[in-house]
T-cell receptor, first 111, second 118 residues
Framework: GQQVMQIPQYQHVQEGEDFTTYCNSS?????IQWYKQRPGGHPVFLIQ?????EVKKQKRLTFQFGEAKKNSSLHITATQTTDVGTYFC???????????FGTGTLLAVQP | GAVVSQHPSWVICKSGTSVKIECRSL??????MFWYRQFPKQSLMLMAT?????????EQGVEKDKFLINHASLTLSTLTVTSAHPEDSSFYIC??????????????FGNGTRLTVT
């Protein structure tokens, strides 16, 4: 079945360092979404990418959708302690409105 | 503010009892809601799609007789874990989209319900 994998599973950085998580789908996606889940919390929508090769920025966060629309990345510049949490990519299951989540990357930021 | 409300936030129950979890869309009508389950340090796994006025559709491996879903109105879906066992202990999260039917729509999640079965 359709799978969405993320690497790394876990990353520990010093505050101020950069961070990147990579998302790979076994199938082509019509769009990719990114969510952040704080410890003990629920996922919160960050952004959606639709076009092949699309790049979007939100302050220190840069999101990219691959040319083949099967992979994506999230890059955080100069991490802060508020960036702590698990970052999930998610894509629709086939042509349905069901969303399949990636395996997630847990980011820990040491002050 | 929150657009999807979930209740209760946490519940502890004894093995063999049933637990009902409510999910409400607060400022929009949700003909479709999604129920996810998340075990510690794992990703969100889609359990079922709740459809207003019709039967829910369950993902492979999810027992429909154990996880009863009712979507009686455009703003309320309920998940009942019947005859709960310790292995059902998990974080259950509902979600909904403001534009159901579109596979480009982001999801709004409830706060989740942490179920512990003793």
């Amino acid at each position: 079945g359709q799978q969405v994998m993320q690497i790394p599973q876990y990353q520990h950085v010093q505050e101020g360092e950069d961070f990147t998580t990579y998302c790979n789908s076994s199938t082509t996606l019509s769009n990719i979404q990114w969510y952040k889940q704080r410890p003990g919390g629920h996922p919160v929508f960050l952004i959606q990418l639709v076009k092949s090769g699309e790049v979007k920025k939100q302050k220190r966060l840069t999101f990219q959708f691959g040319e083949a629309k099967k992979n994506s990345s999230l890059h955080i510049t100069a991490t802060q302690t508020t960036d702590v949490g698990t970052y999930f990519c998610a894509g629709p299951l086939g042509a349905t409105n069901k969303l399949i989540f990636g395996t997630g990357t847990l980011l820990a930021v040491q002050p | 503010g929150a657009v999807v409300s979930q209740h209760p936030s946490w519940v502890i129950c004894k093995s063999g009892t049933s637990v009902k979890i409510e999910c409400r869309s607060l400022d929009f009508q949700a003909t479709t809601m999604f129920w996810y389950r998340q075990f510690p340090k794992q990703s969100l796994m889609l359990m079922a799609t709740s459809n207003e006025g019709s039967k829910a559709t369950y993902e492979q491996g999810v027992e429909k007789d154990k996880f009863l879903i009712n979507h009686a109105s455009l703003t309320l879906s309920t998940l009942t874990v019947t005859s709960a066992h310790p292995e059902d202990s998990s974080f259950y999260i509902c979600s909904a989209s403001r534009t159901p039917g579109s596979y480009n729509s982001p999801l709004h999640f409830g706060n989740g319900t942490r179920l512990t079965v003793t």
